[in-house]
């Protein structure tokens, strides 16, 4: 309401951002509700989504409640991740692990048909006033930022030549669905085709963002320089799909 009101601000209508609702419960305590993925029936592991208005020194508890998974990485030791504008813009500090006070447990809500729901809560304090703040379950990595790296790995002068940038279809958003295709190009037709070919997909499930990392890696070593990939690209034809479901990921 003004310069006085302490209120969280929550957003989440953001590329690949997840988060449906935020209820405050006590002045520094807020619940979460999280969008389902499309076309499961309520699948919710994964959220991503800002705050703004936040208090420096300030110990905030965020709890989401409509988990489905009857155990955790939470209860192994994984953390939130949490990006701050301003300690970015101060420090150059990016994405960090962050909160105390973990735990990941069975509430009381009832599922249709299937047991009960399961809360994630932890604590996290603020650094500064005024920052915005985003916090994810796994490093972020979006379409846009595949397009962009795509688009980087066409304008490599070396790597451009070890690949083709083909679509294999569009989604049913109209989005482009990309393949790469990863061979040594230079031999004969006969040659390529008695090769083998090995597919290689990621991003069926669009919030398992660590795999988007893991492909990154697997391209850049695949079109890469090193003597162990051009035995690779001489043996074999590489068709890979970086991301399967490009609209779950938007």
């Known amino acids: 309401q003004g310069g006085e009101d302490n209120t969280l601000l929550f957003e989440s209508r953001f590329e690949s951002g997840n988060l449906r609702r935020a209820i405050q419960v006590y002045e520094y305590e807020y619940d979460h509700i999280l969008k389902p993925d499309y076309n499961t029936r309520g699948y919710t592991q994964w959220y991503y989504f800002r705050v703004a208005n936040t208090q420096a020194g300030k110990k905030y508890r965020f709890n989401i409640i409509n988990l489905i998974k009857p155990d955790s990485l939470y ?31 069975q509430n009381s809500m009832k599922r249709k048909n299937a047991g009960y729901y399961y809360t994630l809560t932890w604590q996290c304090t603020m650094e500064y006033d005024k920052d915005t703040v985003y916090l994810a379950h796994s490093y972020p990595y979006t379409y846009t930022d595949m397009q962009r790296y795509l688009n980087m790995l066409e304008a490599d002068p070396k790597r451009k030549n ?26 004969d037709h006969e040659a390529i085709k008695n090769r083998k070919g090995i597919c290689i997909s990621s991003r069926v499930h669009p919030g398992e963002t660590g795999a988007s990392w893991m492909m990154k890696g697997a391209l850049d070593y695949l079109t890469g320089s090193s003597l162990n990939a051009k035995i690779l690209r001489d043996n074999f034809v590489f068709k890979i799909v970086p991301f399967l479901n490009p609209d779950g990921v938007i």
């Open 75 to 105: 209860n192994h030791g994984m953390r939130p991740l949490m990006y701050s504008e301003m300690a970015a813009k101060k420090t150059g500090r990016g994405w960090i692990r962050t909160g105390n006070d973990i735990c990941y447990y």
């Open 162 to 187: 070890r690949m083709r940038r083909r679509t294999l279809c569009q989604t049913i958003a109209g989005n482009n669905c990309d393949m790469l295709v990863i061979t040594t190009f230079q031999s």
